[in-house]
């Protein structure tokens, strides 16, 4: 009872998560099977734009197996539209968007009709009968003709602008404006964030049971609380007649961050046939109708004093939404506008974004959503701008950057930034790179007129996350809140469950959150048991992304966990016949001051509550609380990458020779799980710098639509990184944590190619557009400039 | 398409015999999760490119080596034995040491590509029992994982590999 008990917040604990999946006792969706159960095809449009003559259905009804097939004509009055929840501006242009094509298609396998069979390959068959009679048009495809208005996606809205959204320190009240900015040195660069696709391994599936009226459904989605919201308004059907369940997810990066067509067309039907059904795209689907992310032009004007000191930024851009509007998709630039500035001084910034429409499948949010679009532009321009003053590159941004007491910070883009440390995480880094070796081997190899030549990149970079203080998502217009919910409860035997709003899908919420709890109930981690993913044991939830379930929903976790500790500890003091304020809670239990064997565990409380023989009057019997947290502010993590480049200038070829990562998230509770992040985030950066691009060709037909053509790395593809920490707490939360899910992907891509630049200088090169294949790397080095 | 033609395919799969009648197109890999009821092997794509339906395979005596489950079909597989990741434990329910090695070393998040990257690594310390990093990225560079960058993959499979290597030298120390 006295022992004490190891701090678990800080430790390496392996994941209570890995046992069932290394040894395929999984629960994915398209594990499930229901008695009954059907199975769905989806027949998707070939064309980019067409219009759709006819549908005749009637074959594929006749084959053999199969119970229904229905097209978005049958449906037509009953399907809605799939929801955007955060029209950014008051006259955004939101088109219509069935989940089944009504009358038209606008992209390459949008939806058109679907078959309900008595298994896969029956339903699959069956989709060779549909008979659909298409008139092309032309599509819009060019981001900056369909900017132009040259040919229109959504013929009836007159343009494909969806919205224009700008923001201006001059006008916001906190700075100046670029106009009067003092220019002695201007850059201005164009850059093109190509589109991505987010990839993640585990197609997505949903199963619909609808059972008598009840409907419950699986879905891989990191969404399933707004799911089930979005499932209530869109069809009907009472919320509390829908359970959904996210299972055993298998990854998203924001990917899954969706209300899908997919998933509505499952549940119309199981609907019409009164079965369970289940849908499980193939990886074709998935490249397909899965959302798309980046896919942005972007124009940057950094102006500065010859001494090196920003005075002023001012961006344009471009964002592709695709053919409709997804259901963040407007909003993920915008999260990026408030990262141009990044951890620099300015003192006037403008932004300017319009959203435009194109015949491609939509755009949202992928793994860092608009921030790490924002940090390629700024740290691919502050290099620009070091190379026309001739400064060390990372002595010009250690010029303007926000110094360790400077802080909290109010930036020019109108966030308070809590706590940094920008010195001490690039010392580290540079440290760990060896930077100035590195420069000499760099001269040599120049001066030697090396064909391979050395490049040297680096980025640092802070994002906005813990997504996010209701108030402030309110005013940008976003549908719901940003706060998260946990619930816990202490059963008679001092076992703990825990119900997160969080919808983990690989991050290991699971281990992290009974850490948290241990700690803060002076339990066992082993104890504690983390409920997740179900609305029906966790009603209460805004779910995983934007790094936001630790800052948020850790938070809340702790709180719930302090109510619970202020009911025990009043139980214990009745217990020790002493005052509350008596007892301090250390080594795991309530201790009487001054006399530390006399104590309690937070487990004697539970039992004492179970049995209730002997309660302090007022005391319900019961050890559990529920704790919302809204944040007042976001977190900010940030960090310094440094990456070391070999370039083949005969053939092109990039080699990274060394990678370090040095990132601040704040308090750390799990080290293994944070550095898992940062792993697997410079990943996904590094292959948007040298390997991904989702391509259409000149009709709209999307080239990469399977893995053969869309190259995301192997292990053979990727270095090994040296990666690190400062630890720097947050202030504006209990835990003093920052978020470290986008980090890696937001740092390194522009670290790479920075580095790709950096070797090809001397060859008069300043841009390699992405992804930085051979081929582009070698027409940059023969023609010098951009490739 | 004749639906109704089928074959019988008799398979064994982590250690128990399974004679079914398929249809001639069966991919193994829907073969195992659809009439098997092995789910564990998982399809990540549609064009044998991800590896997360890794099989262990081979004849009913002979050596077994890693297969993409859904480049084989079911037929091909009449008289094998197959050993999925639900059976790679041992009897007792004693992980292999790459299963170990991917939980000590964190190796896994989401985990879907799990099985197929566990089946691989097990293979390839099978015919390399002590790679170079190169050599496991290289070895595994038929299965994509989206989470980890496969740095923790590769130091799990060197600790699996250290591991499998004391244990088969320790029968001959213990004979000294």
Known sequence: ?787 | MSSSHRVRVSVDVDGTRYVDDVEPRTLLVHHLREQLGKVGTVVGCDTSNCGSCTVLMGGADGPQHSVKSCSVLAVQADGASVTTVEGLAGPGGELHAVQRAFHELHALQCGFCTPGMIMSAVDLLRDNPDPSDAEVREGLSGNLCRCTGYQNIVRAVQSAAAALRAQAELPEEATV
Request: aromatic share 6%; net charge negative.
């Open chain 1, 1 to 787: 009872m006295t022992s004490t008990i190891e701090p678990q917040v800080g430790a390496a604990r392996k994941r209570k998560e890995d046992a069932r999946l290394i040894t395929g006792r999984t629960r994915w969706t398209d594990n499930i099977a229901l008695p009954g159960m059907l199975h769905l095809a989806i027949l998707r449009s070939p064309h980019a734009s067409a219009r759709i003559a006819s549908i005749d259905v009637s074959a594929a009804k006749r084959r053999p197996g199969v119970v229904d097939v229905f097209s978005g004509a049958d449906v037509k009055d009953i399907q809605g539209s799939l929801p955007c929840a955060w029209p950014v501006t008051e006259d955004i242009v939101h088109p219509v968007r069935p989940p089944l094509a009504d009358g038209f298609v606008r992209h390459h396998g949008e939806a058109v009709a679907v078959v309900v069979a008595r298994d896969r390959a029956s339903a699959v068959d069956a989709l060779e009968d549909i008979e659909v009679e298409y008139d092309p048009l032309a599509p819009v495809l060019d981001l900056r003709a369909a900017y132009e208005d040259t040919g229109l996606v959504h013929p009836d809205k007159g343009t494909n602008r969806s919205y224009t959204w700008i923001f201006d320190s001059a006008d916001a009240g906190t700075g100046s404006s670029v106009r009067d900015a003092p220019a002695e040195v201007t850059i201005n660069r164009q850059y093109v964030q190509q589109r991505l696709i987010p990839a993640f391994m585990e197609p997505r599936s949903v199963v619909v049971d609808p059972g008598m009226g009840e409907y419950t459904i699986w879905s891989a989605t990191q969404i399933p609380h707004i799911l089930r919201v979005f499932y209530a308004l869109l069809t009907g059907v009472p919320e509390h007649k829908i359970r959904v369940i996210a299972p055993d997810v298998g990854g998203g990066f924001g990917g899954k961050l969706q209300v899908t067509p997919e998933e509505l067309i499952a549940f119309l039907a199981a609907q019409r046939v009164g079965k369970p059904v289940k849908y499980t795209e193939t990886r074709s689907d998935t490249m397909l109708s899965a959302h798309h992310g980046r896919d942005q032009l972007q124009d940057i004007t950094l102006t500065a004093k010859r001494d090196g000191t920003l005075t002023g930024i001012h961006v344009k851009l471009i964002a592709n939404m695709g053919a409709y509007l997804g259901l963040v998709g407007p909003g993920v630039p915008i999260l990026g506008a408030f990262m141009y500035n990044s951890i620099y001084k300015v003192p006037a910034y403008r932004f300017e974004c319009v959203g435009v429409f194109t015949n491609t499948t939509i755009t949202d949010a992928y793994r860092g959503a608009g921030r790490p679009e924002a940090t390629y532009a700024i740290e691919r321009a502050m290099d620009e701008l070091a190379a026309e003053l001739d400064m060390d590159p990372i002595e010009l941004r250690r010029k303007n950057w926000i110094n360790a007491d400077e802080f909290p910070f109010t930036t020019v883009a109108g966030l308070v930034y809590d706590s940094g440390d920008y010195d001490a995480a690039t010392d580290k880094a540079l440290d760990l790179f060896g930077y100035a070796e590195l420069r000499a081997e760099q001269e040599r190899r120049r001066a030697a007129g090396d064909p391979v030549q050395l490049g040297l990149g680096v980025s640092t970079y802070t994002e906005m996350c813990g997504l996010a203080p209701s108030r402030i998502l309110g005013a940008l217009r976003y549908a719901a809140g940003g706060w998260e919910s946990a619930s816990v409860r202490v059963l008679p035997t001092g076992k703990v469950e825990v119900v997160t709003g969080t919808s983990p899908h690989g991050q290991g919420h699971v281990t992290a959150w009974s850490q948290i709890v241990a700690d803060e109930l002076g339990v066992a981690f082993e104890d504690v048991e983390v409920l997740h993913g179900d609305t029906r044991t966790s009603h209460k939830g805004l779910d995983t992304y934007g790094s936001r379930s630790l800052a948020v929903g850790g938070v809340a976790l702790v709180e719930a966990c302090r109510k619970v500790r202020d009911k025990a500890r009043v139980v214990a003091a009745h217990m020790l016949e002493c005052s509350p304020d008596d007892l301090e809670f250390t080594g795991g239990a309530f201790r009487v001051r001054g006399t530390p064997d006399a104590a309690r565990t937070v487990a004697d409380a539970a039992f004492a509550v179970f049995a209730a023989h002997d309660l302090p009057d007022g005391v319900e019997a019961s050890l559990d609380a529920d704790a919302t947290f809204d944040p007042q502010t976001f977190s900010f993590p940030h960090g310094t990458h440094l990456c070391a480049t070999e370039v083949d200038t005969q053939t092109g070829h990039v080699r990274i020779r060394s990678y370090v990562a040095v990132d601040d998230v704040g308090r750390v509770v799990n080290p293994l799980i944070v550095e898992g992040q940062v792993h697997g985030g410079v990943a996904q950066g590094i292959a948007q710098a040298l390997h991904e691009e989702a391509v259409y060709d000149a009709g709209g037909t999307l080239l990469t639509g399977s893995f053969v053509e869309y190259t995301i790395p192997s292990a053979a593809d990727l270095p090994t990184i040296v990666s690190d920490r400062t630890e720097t707490p947050a202030t504006s939360n209990p835990l003093g944590v920052k978020g470290v899910g986008e980090a890696g992907a937001i740092a390194a891509t522009p670290a790479v190619v920075n580095a790709i630049v950096d070797a090809l200088r001397p060859y008069g090169v300043h841009d390699v557009p992405m992804p930085c294949t051979p081929e582009r790397v070698w027409r940059a080095v023969k023609r010098g400039g951009v490739a």
